[in-house]
């Protein structure tokens, strides 16, 4: 049976908290092999009117922005893998 992960001292663990934008890719290409990330990916990177009051449909505009938004963040964070 392999030893609990807190028992292995060969392996190498680093965490980090990197204050910067989701749009930007955050760690070292080919560097990461396994990633964790605690961030929250409910703010658009265009500011659309009305956003941001419950009772308001979101206009298509702003779903195509979220769309264009998400894909940008899976393609950043695909190279640091």
Do not use: R
């Not at 965490?15 to 409910?42: A, C, E, K, R, W």
């Amino acid at each position: 049976m392999a030893p609990a992960l807190s028992q292995n001292v060969s392996l190498l663990i680093f965490s980090y908290i990197v204050p910067t934008s989701y749009f930007d890719q955050i760690i070292f290409g080919n560097s990461v092999d396994i990633g964790i990330s605690m961030t929250t990916l409910h703010w658009l990177h265009s500011e659309h009117p009305g956003i941001g009051h419950y009772y308001l449909p979101l206009p298509d505009a702003a779903l195509k922005d979220a769309d264009a938004d998400l894909s940008t963040f899976l393609e950043k964070i695909s190279h640091e893998q």
